[in-house]
């Protein structure tokens, strides 16, 4: 009996030692810190986003103005068609009509090969072939290098010579942003005519657009100013200056239609100039060109 008892009181002396010493004060409890709901966001918006190789902003992808040409739209080996209608209206009561189609491919180093088909037709929607053009623009530099991001371009257009002449066209293409939401684009334009009355045009055009909806819908101005003589002739110019309303609904990603009317300020100027562009962007190989978005921080200066 002493022999259990004394193992029982020795089993109990192990299990006090054993246990751990109170520490003298509870241990603290959890704090739970209280719940906050944030209403931050980005204010860097999704056409601003640099894109491809030259880390141009995602708006440049879609023609932005229906008469003014920005840089370049294309990726290396990407394609995009555009059809285009233009109509000039005038103080006698005739028209001109014009229906373009136009494929557009990039090529390396900044460059951009369009080729386009011109029929012409009259206020009677009598229409004949014109012209088969071929054109090719190159960007200096990547965007944001130089101040206005200028891009050389140069047009020939082979035409019917039942018609007309032949023609070729010399461009300097500006274009950028400012301030957020707002585009603008300035085109300074040679042509001349081959052959007949040797016509030579030069002509500036430009256009200002603010996006209502960021990647979506963009409204704004166009303008035109056309310094117009021919052979023989060189001292009594035509000078026309049209200005009007613009806009540019991207249907999709791919998709984008321009429209603008732009009306005439003189005698020499068309009554109406319209302009309807719808255009869609097949991308690179493989499909649509890639919306490689960058860091803020990536971006251009």
């Given at each position: 009996?002493k022999?259990?008892l004394?193992?029982l009181?020795s089993?109990?002396?192990l299990l006090?030692?054993?246990?751990?010493?109170p520490t003298?004060?509870p241990?603290?409890?959890?704090?739970?810190?209280?719940e906050?709901?944030t209403t931050?966001?980005?204010?860097?918006l999704?056409?601003d986003?640099?894109?491809?190789?030259t880390?141009?902003?995602?708006w440049?992808s879609a023609?932005?103005?229906?008469?003014?040409r920005i840089?370049?739209?294309?990726?290396?080996?990407?394609?995009?068609?555009?059809?285009?209608?233009?109509?000039k209206?005038y103080?006698d009561?005739?028209a001109?009509?014009?229906l373009?189609e136009?494929?557009?491919?990039?090529l390396p180093?900044?460059?951009?090969l369009d080729?386009?088909?011109?029929?012409?037709?009259?206020?009677?929607?009598?229409?004949?072939?014109?012209?088969?053009?071929?054109?090719?623009?190159?960007a200096i530099?990547?965007w944001?290098?130089?101040?206005?991001?200028?891009?050389?371009?140069?047009?020939?257009?082979?035409?019917?010579?039942?018609?007309?002449p032949d023609?070729?066209?010399?461009k300097?293409?500006l274009?950028?942003?400012?301030l957020q939401?707002?585009h603008w684009?300035?085109?300074?334009v040679w042509?001349?005519?081959?052959?007949?009355?040797y016509?030579?045009?030069?002509?500036?055009?430009g256009?200002l657009?603010?996006s209502v909806i960021?990647?979506?819908?963009?409204?704004g101005?166009?303008?035109?100013?056309?310094?117009?003589t021919v052979a023989?002739?060189?001292n009594f110019p035509?000078?026309q200056?049209n200005?009007?309303?613009?806009?540019q609904?991207?249907v999709?990603?791919?998709?984008h239609v321009?429209?603008t009317?732009?009306?005439g300020t003189?005698?020499?100027s068309?009554?109406?100039?319209g302009?309807?562009v719808?255009?869609?962007d097949?991308?690179?190989?493989?499909?649509h060109?890639e919306?490689s978005?960058?860091?803020t921080s990536g971006?251009?200066?």
């Amino acid at each position: 009996m002493k022999s259990i008892l004394f193992a029982l009181l020795s089993t109990t002396a192990l299990l006090v030692a054993a246990s751990p010493a109170p520490t003298g004060s509870p241990a603290p409890a959890t704090t739970r810190m209280p719940e906050t709901t944030t209403t931050a966001f980005s204010s860097v918006l999704k056409e601003d986003m640099p894109i491809g190789e030259t880390g141009r902003p995602e708006w440049t992808s879609a023609r932005r103005f229906a008469g003014t040409r920005i840089y370049v739209q294309q990726e290396p080996w990407g394609v995009g068609v555009e059809s285009w209608w233009r109509i000039k209206t005038y103080r006698d009561g005739t028209a001109a009509n014009r229906l373009l189609e136009e494929v557009e491919v990039g090529l390396p180093y900044r460059v951009q090969l369009d080729l386009y088909t011109d029929l012409e037709g009259n206020e009677k929607a009598h229409f004949h072939y014109q012209s088969f053009n071929v054109e090719l623009r190159w960007a200096i530099a990547d965007w944001g290098k130089i101040w206005g991001n200028p891009t050389l371009y140069a047009e020939y257009k082979f035409a019917d010579q039942s018609w007309g002449p032949d023609v070729y066209e010399l461009k300097l293409l500006l274009g950028d942003q400012f301030l957020q939401r707002w585009h603008w684009g300035l085109n300074f334009v040679w042509e001349a005519e081959t052959s007949g009355d040797y016509e030579q045009e030069f002509q500036i055009t430009g256009g200002l657009s603010y996006s209502v909806i960021d990647s979506k819908l963009g409204i704004g101005a166009e303008f035109i100013y056309d310094h117009d003589t021919v052979a023989g002739e060189r001292n009594f110019p035509e000078n026309q200056f049209n200005i009007g309303p613009s806009i540019q609904w991207r249907v999709t990603e791919k998709l984008h239609v321009d429209l603008t009317c732009q009306f005439g300020t003189n005698k020499y100027s068309p009554c109406e100039i319209g302009y309807l562009v719808v255009g869609y962007d097949f991308g690179g190989p493989g499909g649509h060109s890639e919306r490689s978005y960058t860091p803020t921080s990536g971006r251009h200066n």
